[in-house]
Antibody
Framework: EVQLVESGGGLVQPGGSLRLSCAAS????????MHWVRQAPGKGLEWVAN????????NYVDSVKGRFTISRDNAKNSLYLQMNSLKAEDTAVYFC??????WGQGTLVTVSS | QSVLTQPPSASGTPGQRVTISCSGS????????VKWFQQLPGTAPKLLIY???LRPSGVPDRFSGSKSGTSASLAISGLQSEDEADYYC???????????FGGGTKLTVL
């Protein structure tokens, strides 16, 4: 069964850091672009970042450039999102997605003092 | 303000056909394929349509997608109560080098 499971969310103070992980199973992880997409409470979907199969290309939404870093470890079938200098407006459920066709259940990140 | 524009709401009665529009520009819908997602309350989004008009296996043929120029549409025929959900369109934007979503359309089955 194709599955994506996110972890690492939680409560963090403004200016703090958090690292999200996404464990993939049931498919050849190294063959797919991977994405992070977020959804603020009661709001719509916002694409955050993506990374090419071999990690050679990464793209980010303007609002997180310089603060967030997407990475992957194909040997561990895992996707990551390192989030630094977090702001209140980063509060959201963060989903990982395989080529945006298969999505995980999401992990909640709350940025608050 | 989303890059892709969708109506915030839509509604229909059981058995009816409803359409949801998604308007973009030459840098996104005009030059790249459109995806449509369904999000039921409290759940992760589910891919409904990819490459403008293709359905993943398991998606009923009641759902169909189309694209013309810089706009796309999702049509749902034979509306059912379980179709009540939020629907989002998305496309790659070559100018922004980013994926962009519509603001979402909340579909109510009356």
């Amino acid at each position: 069964e194709v599955q994506l499971v996110e972890s690492g969310g939680g409560l963090v103070q403004p200016g703090g850091s958090l690292r999200l992980s996404c464990a993939a199973s049931g498919f050849t992880f190294s063959s797919y672009w991977m994405h992070w997409v977020r959804q603020a409470p009661g709001k719509g979907l916002e694409w955050v970042a993506n990374i090419k199969q071999d990690g050679s290309e990464r793209n980010y939404v303007d609002s997180v450039k310089g603060r967030f870093t997407i990475s992957r470890d194909n040997a561990k079938n895992s996707l990551y999102l390192q989030m630094n200098s977090l702001k209140a407006e980063d509060t959201a459920v963060y989903f990982c997605a395989r080529s945006m066709d298969i999505w995980g259940q999401g992990t909640l990140v709350t940025v608050s003092s | 303000q989303s890059v892709l524009t969708q109506p915030p709401s839509a509604s229909g009665t059981p058995g009816q056909r409803v359409t949801i529009s998604c308007s973009g520009s030459s840098s996104n819908i005009g030059s790249n394929a459109v995806k449509w997602f369904q999000q039921l309350p409290g759940t992760a989004p589910k891919l409904l349509i990819y490459s403008n008009n293709l359905r993943p296996s398991g998606v009923p043929d009641r759902f169909s997608g189309s694209k013309s120029g810089t706009s796309a549409s999702l049509a749902i025929s034979g509306l059912q109560s379980e179709d009540e959900a939020d629907y989002y369109c998305a496309a790659w934007d070559g100018s922004l080098n980013a994926w962009v979503f519509g603001g979402g359309t909340k579909l109510t089955v009356l």
